[in-house]
């Protein structure tokens, strides 16, 4: 098993602890679950518990990915300011470098999220990790 391989299936957060739940209401993660966990099919790396933000959710529009528009079909209700919601690793460091990353949740990002952004530059955006809504 590849290193990156065994950390998925290990579903570690950042901090070297195990996954916390980011959100079940609206239910987040890759799989669905309410965690940011991942595997070999999750192509964009859903691995960041952020608490998303007005300016992140404009800045992602414009980027091509709108999370605020309802899209029935697939039971997503669009996102508000306040939600949590796991991101794209990459997203979330392109957000970073323009200056509008959202908070996150150390405890519950995968350590996957490692391989994008340093520890530092997530602790400098940590929230404390409270109840999943």
Same mark, same amino acid.
Request: charged share 20%; proline share 6%; glycine share 8%.
């Given at each position: 098993?590849?290193s990156? %391989?065994a950390?998925?299936?290990?579903?570690?957060?950042v !901090? @070297?602890?195990p996954?916390?739940?980011c959100c079940?209401?609206?239910?987040?993660?890759?799989?669905r &679950?309410g %965690? /940011?966990?991942?595997? +070999?099919?999750?192509?964009g790396?859903h691995? $960041?518990c952020? $608490? $998303?933000?007005?300016?992140?959710? &404009?800045?992602?529009?414009a980027? @091509?990915n709108? !999370?605020v528009? +309802?899209?029935?079909?697939?039971e997503?209700h669009?996102?508000? &300011? @306040? &939600?949590?919601? /796991?991101? /794209? %690793?990459?997203?979330?460091?392109?957000?970073?470098?323009?200056? $509008?990353? +959202? +908070?996150?949740? !150390?405890?519950?990002?995968?350590e996957? *999220?490692?391989e994008?952004v340093?520890?530092?530059? !997530?602790?400098?955006h940590a929230? *404390?990790? @409270?109840?999943?809504a």
């Open positions: 098993m590849s990156s %391989a950390s998925a299936a290990r579903n570690v957060n !901090l @070297g602890g996954l916390s739940k079940v209401s609206p239910v987040t993660g890759y799989y &679950d %965690a /940011c966990a991942t595997g +070999p099919a999750d192509l790396v691995t $960041v952020a $608490v $998303v933000t007005r300016a992140f959710l &404009d800045f992602s529009r980027k @091509g709108d !999370l528009t +309802p899209m029935p079909a697939y997503f669009g996102l508000k &300011d @306040g &939600d949590r919601w /796991c991101l /794209c %690793a990459s997203r979330w460091k392109e957000a970073a470098d323009a200056g $509008v990353a +959202p +908070p996150v949740v !150390l405890e519950a990002t995968h996957k *999220t490692l994008f340093t520890i530092e530059l !997530l602790q400098r929230i *404390t990790q @409270g109840d999943p």
